[in-house]
């Protein structure tokens, strides 16, 4: 019985950093947007390494 606690223990914290990532994800890809409309290249290039690093992590926890 310990351990299923466990497992469900180890999935909600999975699924709570999953959601946390997605919506990070979406944040970024919004931000990027505006970058690119008010036309700051400087901005949108860190923006676009943050979102690769985030949607590397979600990879990580897909493919798990």
């Known amino acids: 019985m310990e351990n ?6 180890s999935s909600g914290i999975r699924k709570t950093k999953f959601t946390c990532l997605k919506d990070q994800q979406c944040a970024l890809n919004m931000q990027i947007r505006l970058a690119m409309q ?17 949607t590397k992590q979600l990879d990580c926890i897909i493919y798990e």
């Open 38 to 54: 008010l036309h700051n290249k400087q901005v949108q290039e860190e923006l676009e390494k943050k979102l690769e690093d985030v």
């Open 4 to 9: 299923n606690q466990t497992a469900n223990s």
